[in-house]
């Protein structure tokens, strides 16, 4: 049997293992609870592509819903070309404290290294901390293509062979890679053109100068509305709900122009992990805001999914995968 004094001391340790454990406890918590908020100073988003294009739309409802809510400026920088790179290398540049992050399509690690020869690893220059909206492409051409749908269209492209050109927003994005799809599903011969942002090529297919385009639907929606531009068909698994009367290229035949892209907040992978959830917190309350996802689904987004960080790097692998093997399977050689 143990002495008096032992069971005195084994006491003794054990309050004291219990004092010692709700110090910590009660530290963490008050750690937690003093944690700086995010944002408490000016925050830069910087748009992968031009004023108006897709990924600027996007970053404004972000940036004036977090201003609004946070009592923070927010401003909003757009950086177009070099397919999301030059924004990039923005980004890369700025303090490693979480308060310049960037608004741009997944495209940028899962298609764009296949296609332009790089001196980075885009997977390890961006990490993605939200999906922000997800959507389709839509087909769209110049009020003076004589088409007045997609049978109609693509017989007067076969007529024409090689004469026909097709803007993308950037050359390596889903709007590039379709154009090179539907080319070798249907057998006809278009002509690959590529700007910096959608933008630029909505107003040359707007005057004729380039006929068609595959484009997101916020910036071609209101062209769209508008009758400046035709719509012929949309990439998304089923019709959009602003566009009822454009089939689907799945209904049309041909399945494998199907597809999606997201649009995502990213970050600085060597931010603090704990400044990365603060960010990822604030754009998630963003999101939740109805009149935020009404907004996006106005122009054309359906919200985003709660994905995590993690989750999302898994997608962007497999979809760097799957873009390398349709790129093999078209014999597609980088511009």
């Not at 009020?143 to 390596?172: C, D, I, M, Q, R």
């Amino acid at each position: 049997m143990r002495s008096k004094n032992t069971l005195r001391q084994a006491a003794r340790a054990a309050s004291l293992a219990c004092v010692a454990a709700a110090c910590l406890a009660a530290t963490a918590s008050h750690a937690q609870a003093q944690a700086p908020k995010w944002p408490d100073k000016t925050v830069r988003i910087i748009a992968a592509g031009p004023a108006g294009g897709s990924a600027d739309i996007v970053a404004r409802l972000l940036a004036d819903n977090l201003s609004r809510d946070s009592g923070q400026p927010v401003v909003v920088d757009p950086r177009p070309g070099a397919g999301g790179v030059l924004a990039v290398n923005e980004l890369s540049q700025a303090p490693h404290d979480g308060y310049t992050v960037l608004v741009a399509v997944n495209s940028l690690v899962s298609e764009i290294p296949h296609i332009v020869k790089l001196r980075v690893d885009m997977a390890a220059e961006i990490k993605p901390v939200a999906e922000l909206g997800r959507g389709g492409l839509v087909l769209v051409g110049a009020p003076s293509v004589p088409a007045k749908n997609f049978g109609e269209l693509l017989g007067w492209v076969k007529s024409h062979p090689g004469t026909v050109s097709y803007a993308s927003y950037t050359a390596g994005t889903l709007s590039h890679v379709l154009g090179l799809q539907l080319n070798k599903a249907a057998g006809i011969d278009m002509t690959h053109v590529g700007y910096k942002g959608s933008t630029p090529a909505l107003t040359d297919v707007m005057g004729g100068h380039v006929p068609l385009m595959f484009d997101a639907m916020p910036s071609s929606l209101p062209l769209v509305k508008a009758g400046k531009i035709k719509a012929f068909a949309v990439s998304t698994p089923k019709r959009s709900a602003l566009l009822p009367e454009v089939p689907t290229f799945t209904e049309l035949g041909y399945p494998q122009l199907e597809a999606t892209g997201w649009m995502g907040l990213w970050i600085k992978p060597d931010v603090p992990a704990a400044q990365q959830a603060r960010v990822r917190e604030a754009a998630l309350k963003v999101l939740a805001m109805p009149s935020v996802r009404e907004r996006l689904q106005d122009i054309g987004f359906e919200p985003g999914q709660p994905r995590s960080p993690e989750e999302l790097a898994k997608s962007l692998s497999a979809d760097y995968q799957r873009m390398g093997s349709v790129l093999k399977s078209i014999d597609f050689k980088p511009e």
